[in-house]
């Protein structure tokens, strides 16, 4: 898609600090939605997920937030530490082709 | 549980060389698999993917090929390879029929010279 040539947008955070990470997706009909982190020179990790029918969902220190209305999604790191530091990525799915399509993707740095 | 294997981790390739990159899914039958690029702060654009054995699709025109010779392997390759192949090549598998994600390999920094 269009984002895989764009400069990745950066957040910055202090340590201990939340941390808010912004994605807005564009299908209408996607009703999955999955938030990875990227540490350099590795793989994408899951982190959480969260259905359509839901507009929060919880893990340990994130919290997935979604808006079907604005089709905007968040992730919220609680108490942001120096491991957070990574690329994270929005996907969206749909069950019409279950295929997953990413964002951008955000680099988050952490102060100490 | 499932693991998904690639190699090798990393790899530097004279222009013009052949490449051939293997990444194998264990635990699960009939994967769908993906190969994926990513350039040095870029997001990650999907390459190939396949249903099935011997069924590949391909996304964007370029310089490599995929194969798919058994129901949990997938081979990236490119019989010349460019200046612009250079990059962080990441395989992944998904069941396919589930809103579930995809689980991605390790990665394989190929540096073309």
């Known amino acids: 898609g269009e984002s895989v040539g764009l400069h990745l947008p950066t957040l910055s955070v202090q340590e201990g600090d939340n941390s808010i990470i912004n994605c807005a997706y564009s299908?209408?009909?996607?009703?999955?939605f999955i938030w990875y982190k990227q540490e350099s020179g590795k793989g994408p990790q899951f982190i959480i997920d969260i259905r359509s029918n839901m507009d929060k969902r919880q893990g340990q220190r994130v919290t997935v937030l979604l808006n079907k209305t604005v089709k905007h999604l968040s992730l919220q790191i609680a108490a942001t530490q120096p491991g957070d530091s990574a690329v994270y990525f929005c996907?969206?799915?749909?069950?019409?082709?279950?295929?997953?399509?990413f964002g951008a993707g955000t680099t988050v740095t952490v102060r100490a | 549980s499932q693991t998904i294997h690639q190699w090798p981790a990393t790899l530097v390739q004279p222009v013009g060389s052949p490449l051939s990159l293997e990444c194998t899914v264990e635990g699960t039958s009939n994967p769908n698999l993906y190969w994926y690029r990513q350039a040095a702060g870029r997001g990650l654009q999907l390459l190939f993917y396949?249903?099935?054995?011997?069924?590949i699709s391909s996304e964007v025109p370029q310089n490599l090929s995929a194969s798919r010779p058994q129901d949990r392997q997938f081979i990236l390759s490119s019989k010349k390879l460019l200046l612009s192949d250079s990059g962080f090549y990441l395989c992944?598998?998904?069941?396919?029929?589930?809103?579930?994600?995809?689980?991605f390999g390790s990665g394989t920094r190929l540096t073309v010279v």
């Open positions: 396949s249903v099935g054995i011997g069924q």
């Open positions: 299908n209408s009909a996607s009703d999955y």
């Open positions: 992944a598998w998904s069941a396919g029929d589930r809103l579930y994600g995809y689980t």
């Open positions: 996907a969206e799915m749909s069950s019409n082709d279950y295929k997953l399509s």
